[in-house]
């Protein structure tokens, strides 16, 4: 079982960027796919991005696209979202989650999540 914890979270100005990390240990994790969601207050939790295991493939929700990009670097057992021209309702807690099966963009298909980090955009 992997474990995954996020960081990089913070108070951004709308049109700001911002690159979140997520450090990966207990695992192999060149094995796994590695995702990023987020949940705003009173909101389902959303699909962010995607990144096959050599990170080769990448797929992107339609809100993000074109201003997100996830990357991994496997010798550092980290993946990465570099979030740019961020909006408020980018506004949430992001979440990385790791899966060895396959990438979806349902939350319930993703076996392992870290903890969170929260991303606020506001002047």
């Known amino acids: 079982q992997v474990r995954l914890e996020e960081s990089g979270g913070g108070l951004v100005q709308p049109g700001g960027s911002l690159r979140l990390s997520c450090a990966a240990s207990?695992?192999?994790?060149?094995?796994?796919?590695m995702s990023w969601f987020r949940q705003a207050p009173g909101k389902e939790r959303e699909f962010v991005c995607a990144?096959?295991?050599?990170?080769?493939?990448?797929w992107y929700g339609d809100s993000v696209k074109g201003r997100f990009t996830i990357s991994r670097d496997n010798s550092k057992n980290t993946a990465y979202l570099q979030m740019d021209n961020l909006e408020p309702e980018d506004t949430a807690v992001y979440y990385c989650?790791?899966?060895?099966?396959?990438?979806?963009?349902?939350?319930?298909?993703?076996?392992?999540w870290g903890q969170g980090t929260q991303v606020t955009i506001s002047s």
């Open positions: 207990g695992g192999t994790f060149s094995n796994y796919f």
């Open positions: 990144i096959t295991w050599s990170g080769g493939n990448t």
């Open positions: 989650a790791a899966e060895a099966g396959g990438w979806s963009s349902s939350r319930y298909d993703w076996a392992n």
